[in-house]
């Protein structure tokens, strides 16, 4: 999956240099709480790769907040203050939620005065019931199996900062959209969108998600090794639903194991690979910096787009 011209390659140790040692650095028990399970993230690739990046999205925020008030004082109106919000994609498995979480921390930290969230679209999911009704439960993730029209809304709805902005809840656990249940984000300064659909372009729709971004992320890696992380994963959640009957990974913790991980493999050849091939890789090439992973996590280089 690699990109082409429109970006500068920068290796690890190039970027880590870029720190000026603004940025508050977290502690190891703070970032043991942002890792989702099997990911890999230490106090170096804190200091070495996400310090650096708040810089840069610090940089924009300067500038977007600056163009808004320049764009205010053209027109003869009074500056009204927008959220500044980020989007983080890529595959399942891959590291997007570590990501946009230890992005919300150190901008916290960066910003102590302002409100920095965060939400995945997983909770923008249809439910279970009505992908089954539609007949692509076996499609849950591609494109047709989200509620575009309540994603973009929601979007809408907090870049022009409406108060008290409801969104679903998606459980891993149960493996649905939580009935009836919402959280509540209330006009942040910085809002973090992550989720594998938020470079995406559906066709049925005239406005998309990635038009409210004002700063795109796209965390990549090989095939193989994504493949193999969504195995770890699944077999940590066996792990973790061992006690919980009502979990949905409790049948396959109870069963045969060796049978459950080929189920799994199964469902990563049938359902996720197609949708990384064809739907989520394609737009890694919209996003304005590019993570790359190699073996175990590791972040060996970013590409920064050079427009």
């Known amino acids: 999956m690699n990109s082409n011209s429109n970006y500068y390659r920068i290796d690890?140790?190039?970027?880590?240099?870029?720190?000026?040692?603004?940025?508050?650095?977290?502690?190891?028990?703070?970032?043991?709480?942002?890792?989702?399970?099997?990911?890999k993230l230490s106090l170096a690739d804190v200091k070495d790769i996400y310090v650096p990046l708040v810089e840069v999205i610090d940089l924009y925020a300067k500038n977007y907040r600056n163009l808004r008030r320049m764009k205010s004082s053209f027109l003869g109106r009074s500056y009204e203050p927008a959220p500044l919000?980020?989007?983080?994609?890529?595959?399942?498995?891959?590291?997007?939620?570590t990501t946009a979480r230890v992005l919300q921390k150190?901008?916290?930290?960066?910003?102590?005065?302002?409100?920095?969230?965060?939400?995945t679209t997983d909770g923008f999911l249809y439910p279970n019931a009505e992908l089954k009704r539609r007949g692509i439960l076996n499609r849950k993730?591609?494109?047709?199996?989200?509620?575009?029209g309540k994603l973009i809304q929601f979007l809408l709805d907090i870049k022009t900062v409406k108060p008290h902005v409801k969104y679903p809840i998606y459980s891993h656990r149960i493996y649905d959209v939580v009935p009836n249940?919402?959280?509540?984000?209330?006009?942040?300064?910085?809002?973090?969108?992550?989720?594998?659909?938020v470079l995406q372009l559906p066709t049925n729709e005239q406005i998309y998600a990635s038009d409210f971004f004002d700063y795109s992320i796209y965390v990549d890696a090989a095939v193989e090794n994504i493949e193999n992380w969504y195995l770890e994963r699944f077999e940590m959640l066996m792990d973790l639903a061992i006690d919980q009957p009502d979990n949905y990974y409790y049948s396959y913790a109870i069963g045969n194991r060796q049978e459950a991980i080929e189920m799994a493999r199964g469902v990563w050849k049938t359902v996720n690979l197609p949708n990384l091939v064809n739907f989520i890789a394609p737009t890694m090439t919209r996003a304005d910096l590019i993570i790359h992973k190699t073996d175990n996590h590791f972040i060996d280089y970013l590409?920064?787009?050079?427009?």
Do not use: C, T
């Not at 870029?18 to 028990?29: A, I, K, N, Y």
């Not at 150190?106 to 939400?119: A, E, V």
């Not at 590409?303 to 427009?307: A, F, G, P, V, W």
């Open 141 to 148: 993730g591609f494109p047709e199996s989200y509620d575009m």
């Open 12 to 39: 690890r140790d190039e970027w880590k240099n870029f720190h000026q040692d603004s940025v508050p650095l977290l502690s190891e028990d703070k970032l043991k709480g942002l890792i989702s399970l099997n990911d």
């Open 181 to 197: 249940a919402y959280n509540e984000i209330h006009q942040p300064d910085i809002l973090i969108v992550e989720g594998i659909n």
């Open 85 to 97: 919000i980020i989007g983080v994609s890529g595959s399942v498995a891959v590291g997007k939620s």
């Open 106 to 119: 150190l901008l916290q930290k960066f910003y102590p005065d302002k409100k920095i969230g965060m939400i």
């Open 303 to 307: 590409n920064i787009k050079k427009y």
